[in-house]
């Protein structure tokens, strides 16, 4: 074995097609967006160069601000509440119900499967105001309370997609989870337990610090699932009302393909990448941190 | 065998490997990069037509005149139509046009600037010239080829397979039960829409979701106000949406959002939904093309009954510069040919359609095109004989808010107009925005 993989040549034709393919669709196109983002000009018109007008656009333009914010807004929310519902449930899981959750499992796992799109015409309906009043205005009309258009201001459109991606992808973290407790030692427990630790005491000093590290996966995927997210938004409120709830994809897809300005729309595409990776090294940085500690 | 024969062996097969393999990704390369690369003229072997799932008029019609008036142009190049989703096909539109390939017959795209880029880089047949040369030009009603000429710079890009006015439709029934005259200045239509809301009847309805029914409503304020050069104006740069007489046009349709005449939730109406609205008797006015006769005459959509809907100018401005006959028109989805692909079998084709197409979709499919109705069609009821007689007389007619716009600005206004309406966004606020996306280029 130590020969084959000592073997130059041996490393190259074991590596050489995954590399190739991953070349051509992975880092040829990122080289070609990158320099795209100097050009102007679409597939209709050509292209031509355009110096560095599209980065300084991209600095004045308030709609990538707004996007921008937008799309850290919606990350730290549907983060925070995928991860910590996650948790909760899995702790449900693992303390409550024990070997009775197989089912309770499944149910709440349920929505990860579902399409996006299908999820989206749901929630749409389920908060709707008109044509229909929705089950929720509905809810509100029994208790005394006005109708909401919940889609016709940012501000609550924003609070519908976060519930909805909540919804649909806590199921998720939560086996993710699980799988991290139920890895914690049964013995641990049990000498923590005898110790005089229960419940909440049990959560914060034993189970939360063993499970540190599946803790900071799940934080690690779910923060790039969400800083790229399109699909839910395109199927819930296509970015609207206005642009309030366009993230950056969303912008650099109508940039790119509705307005027809590649080159700015790669300049976009450009600054969601350095957007994730800057956020991908700080996470990285604290879970290695937090590792060699734990 | 010595291990040096084995070495060299393994070389071998290792050099046959990484052959095999490079041989495989640039074939493989070779295919995906082999797309339907073009020349400068090709003969179609098929009319190809790229149209959208939500038309099914100008389809339906071509297959009838495929089976009957143009058998010939189609047993020489046999009709095949592709539809794309609305949303999607000025996408769809770029890519083929990058790649050479468009179709022999095409929707031209949602805003009349892409068709525009089309016409520049060559790939957009004149029409004027071609329809001349082939002797139908005269086939074409004078008011759509001016429609269209405003539209794409004075050029013939597109063929008038719809012929719309945009008015007011109304329910007569209801207006005559609340002592309602048909309103004919805006003070009119105020006062109306307060009378019909008192009495617990919907004034409006109206499909924010797709926000062009709303902005329609600011151009024909302004058109009215400020004449019908008014958005010509902004298109020129010598006048700005900022303007307190163009905010005044946002401010007015704002308030009738603010007093609640469109309904709840006007945002989240589609097209679908205000049109059953109106056609239902939940509302008492709609604001829309002539293409919505199609719906109105036909029974199972129309519970108003379509003896009593009727049809109304865009009303008056006190003061304004405009007039109530110069009426909103256009010419619905543009349909462009290929430069590249425009032989003798289109051109048989074209001519056939230009001669037979008007009599065909009127009779057939209730709907009113650009060319000419060659065979007499006795009209299904009496709004389409009154949109008719409107669209043959009138002498003067007026663009929609977005047809100078980019595709950007169109869109930017199309999304921002249920903001305006529901009071998210201030009048002038709304007027930036849209503003800013037209100077953004």
Redesign the interface.
Known sequence: MHRVLGDR??I??LL??AL?VYT?IMLVPMAWSLGYSFTRG????GFTGNGVANFSRLLA??AVRDALWFTLKYAAAVTVGQVVAGYLIALLYVFFLKRASALVRTLVFFPVVLPTVAVGLLF?KFF????QTGPVNSLLNAVGLE?V?F????GSAFWVLVVMDIWRSMGFYAVLLFAGLVDIPEETLESARLDGATGLRLVRHIVLPLSLPVLLSSLIFSINGTLKVFDSIVALT???????TTPLTLYMF?TS?????YGYGSTIALLLTVVCLLVSLAVYRVSRRDLTEG | MSSRALVTRR?HR?RL??LT?GVA?ISL?ATACGGTGGGTSTTPKEFSYLSVTENTTVKNALTSLSKGACKPAQEALPLKVETVPQASL??KL??L???DALPVQFAAGNAPA?TQ??E??G?VADLEGELTKLGVFDQLEPAAVSTIKALYGGKMDVLPYEYNIEGIFYNKKVFEVHGIKAPGTWAELRDAAAKLEAEGIQPFSASGQQGWPLTRLISGYLHRSLGPDALQKVADGKAKLTDPAYVKAAQEVADLGKKGYF???????DYD?AM??FLSGKAAMFYMGSWALANIADGKQNKVGAENVGFLPFPAVAGGKGSVDQYPSNVGLGIALSEKSFDKNTGAWVSCIAKNYGSTALKDHGAISGFKVNTEVKDANEVTTQVRDTISSSKQNVLWFEALF???AT??SQ??A??LV?G??SPQQFMQ?VQ?ALA?K
Request: charged share 10%; net charge negative.
């Open positions: 040549r041996a190259a034709i050489g097609p190739l051509l679409n597939t209709i018109d333009d308030p749409q709707q105001v008109a044509p109708s258009d889609f016709g201001s940012a296509g970015g609207g009302p206005g642009n309030g109508q393909f509705t307005y027809s300005e | 070389t290792t490997a990484l393999t990704s390369l000025d996408q770029q890519l046009a990058g790649q892409l880029q089309l520049n880089s790939k309904g709840k939730g006007v945002g989240s109406i939904t059953n609205q980019s595709t950007k869109t930017v999304t921002n249920a903001g529901s998210s966004l925005t800013d953004a």
